[in-house]
Structure formats: C-alpha cells, structure tokens
C-alpha cells in the first residue's frame, strides 16, 4: 500500500465543472508534486512544491490550480478543462527536493471529461 | 532537449529467468537515477536508486548498473517472477546550476510481461 494518498481514486466531469483533487502523506516530506500521465505514457511533471511553496510551474494551464495547505496536504483545483486533459494525475512526495531522494507516489485520480 | 529513453518496449521472459532493462539518458547533469515499477492502476513504485558516483547497486533480487561514460543506466532482475509482470520507468534528476529542483524526467517505459 502506497503511503501517499489520493482521492478520488476516478472522477468524471463536464468541462464546466470546477472539482479538486487531493493528495496527503503523513511520512514527514516537505517536497510534494503533481504529475499528469497520460495512456502508455511516462509521468509527466506538472508542479512542485517546496515547503509548502510553489517552486516550479511547468507551463501548466491556468485552468489547473494548486494548492499546499500545510505540509501534509496537496490540492489540485480543476476548472473548465478539456477533454484533453483527460489522464491520470500522480502525486509524489519526497523529504525534499534535493538530489538523492526518491519521490514516492500515490495511486492517483484517474480524470475523465467529458 | 534533454532525454531520457528506453532501448526496448517490451520484454517477456520466461518465469525464473534473469531480465535486463535497459535505459539510456542524455543529460550529463543528472547526478541520481532511479527506477519505478508501474503495475496496472497504480502509481509508480520505487525499486532502487543510485547516485552518480556509484556505478552500482543491489537490492532484493534488482540491481542497478550505471555506466557514465556512455550514458547507460540499466535494472537487473533476478529469478523473474509472474508478480514482476509491470512496466518499469527510469528516472533522471538532473542538476540546473547545480541545484536539484526535483524536476524528474522519466523515459518512455519497458513492459515487461513474465510467463509462467
């Protein structure tokens, strides 16, 4: 069992909808980040988050919004998206961002809009 | 840009067998690399790690090789098992002025299918 946690584990929306996916690990990481995957497709980086600081944005839609309340919480805010945005979205943890430590992962939410 | 790629696709062996996945990246500021066990549903799972000044490491019945010089990284089973069956991602971590931001690139994945 992954020690990361996500939920929903499946959401379905219209491309009106605003909903939020959620992320949270009790392991003590002060690193988190949000990967979007796409169908036989490697993880692809979306956002981290460094003690609870947004440190690197990959030139993500503006329609895909997160949030880090506090250290063991990771929220995406979903609104207006395309059907292309369809995939499975990875959250990831790690002690922090440097270099040497692994990021673990959640099962993640896999999004559907229709 | 930068890349990290996998030589083979797919892979199916034979129960009890030796696998050898193979992983090439291009980016020589990476300095960690790591591999992930994706089975159907789930999220990436750690298998091992190595930093760049080791050119080897051995876990359970996995182990990694690194060769720097041509850019190499590859993940050894051992005693391939039908639970193995699972595509398996290589990660790089590469360095930006000698910073780690945690940006991992993964390269496109090798499906590895174990036969009873």
């Known amino acids: 069992d992954t020690e990361v946690t996500q939920t929903p584990k499946h959401l379905v929306m219209g491309m009106t909808n605003k909903k939020s996916l959620k992320c949270e690990q009790h392991?003590?990481?002060?690193?988190m980040y949000w990967y979007k995957q796409k169908a036989k497709k490697p993880p692809e980086l979306m956002f981290v988050?460094?003690?609870?600081?947004?440190?690197i944005n990959e030139s993500v839609p503006s329609r895909f919004s997160p949030e880090c309340p506090n250290s063991s919480l990771l929220n995406l805010h979903l609104h207006a998206l395309q059907p292309e945005d369809s995939a499975l979205y990875l959250c990831?943890?790690?002690?922090?961002?440097?270099?040497?430590?692994?990021?673990?992962f959640g099962d993640g939410t896999r999004l559907s809009i229709l | 840009g930068e890349s990290v790629g996998l030589h083979l696709p797919t892979l199916s062996v034979q129960e009890g067998d030796n696998s050898i996945i193979n992983c090439a990246y291009s980016?020589?500021?990476?300095?960690?690399f790591i591999w992930y066990k994706q089975e159907s549903g789930k999220g990436p799972q750690f298998i091992i790690d190595?930093?760049?000044?080791?050119d080897k490491r051995q876990g359970q019945r996995v182990t990694v090789l690194l060769n720097k010089t041509v850019k190499h990284l590859s993940l050894q089973i051992a005693a391939t098992q039908p639970g193995d069956s699972a595509v398996y991602f290589c990660?790089?971590?590469?360095?930006?002025?000698?910073?780690?931001?945690?940006?991992?690139?993964f390269g496109q994945g090798t499906i590895l299918t174990v036969h009873p």
């Open positions: 990831a943890s790690s002690y922090w961002t440097d270099s040497n430590q692994p990021q673990h």
């Open positions: 392991m003590g990481h002060r690193a």
């Open positions: 988050y460094s003690y609870e600081k947004l440190s």
């Open positions: 980016n020589s500021a990476s300095d960690y």
């Open positions: 190595i930093r760049s000044n080791m």
């Open positions: 990660a790089e971590n590469p360095l930006y002025g000698g910073t780690s931001y945690g940006k991992l690139t």
